[in-house]
């Protein structure tokens, strides 16, 4: 696993505006809403109007380690990382989250218990957000959002089981094209130590790989 800089993480805060988004923004979240989870159009339009976009700077942490996740965001834009400190106090990458594509670390935001992750934002992001105390009050009092929270964790899931079992399965040059499949514009705006340490090899051992894929003409 490759070693990176210590992580310096500073004091709690999370610098932000909120914005009124317009409508056609707003269909992004509905979109997904009621595609990817298959629940209806007015209940996804319903649930998109209970949460407030916002807008979080560069190295902001939306969750730090050691904390209970209190928020769920939908990017809209930008890009985010989840990272642990290891054995070191070194910082290691274990995912990568970019527009139309959730952040939150599921297991402590919906159990309320400890995350041993941070999520950080690499770039400038805007996305929709809401605390869990916002959505637990949803969650009693209205069935389509109790839905909305069983197919958010049961999707969250079924993502991390795939994650895990691409880390075993995969080799990293299959890692790597898979991670620009899935972040096309990750090279841009992402430094490489980040992406290395992603998929657990050295600064070296990337390079190497993108010389390959560029000679391939992929990507």
């Known amino acids: 696993m ?100 959730q952040a939150f670390e599921p297991s402590s935001f919906f159990n309320q218990t400890v995350s041993k992750e941070n999520i950080q934002t690499i770039t400038e992001c805007g996305g929709w957000i809401v605390d869990n105390q916002k959505m637990e009050t949803y969650f009693q009092t209205n069935q389509g959002y109790r839905e909305f929270g069983r197919r958010l964790l049961v999707k969250s899931m079924t993502e991390l089981k795939e994650r895990m079992l691409l880390l075993q399965t995969e080799t990293a040059e299959n890692r790597y094209l898979l991670l620009l499949k899935q972040h096309p514009d990750l090279i841009q705006n992402v430094p490489l130590k980040q992406i290395a340490s992603y998929l657990g090899i050295t600064d070296t051992s990337l390079s190497r790989i993108r010389k390959i894929t560029i000679n391939k003409n992929i990507y």
């Open 2 to 101: 490759l070693r990176n800089r210590q992580l310096t993480i500073p004091p709690s805060v999370m610098p932000h505006n909120k914005k009124r988004t317009d409508m056609d923004d707003n269909n992004v979240f509905v979109k997904f809403i009621n595609e990817e989870l298959q629940l209806p159009l007015p209940l996804a339009e319903d649930i998109v109007s209970n949460f407030d976009y916002e807008i979080l700077l560069p190295n902001t942490f939306l969750l730090k380690s050691g904390e209970v996740c209190q928020k769920y965001m939908f990017i809209h834009y930008g890009f985010l990382r989840s990272l642990v400190i290891d054995n070191e106090s070194n910082e290691v990458t274990t995912n990568f989250f970019s527009k139309f594509q």
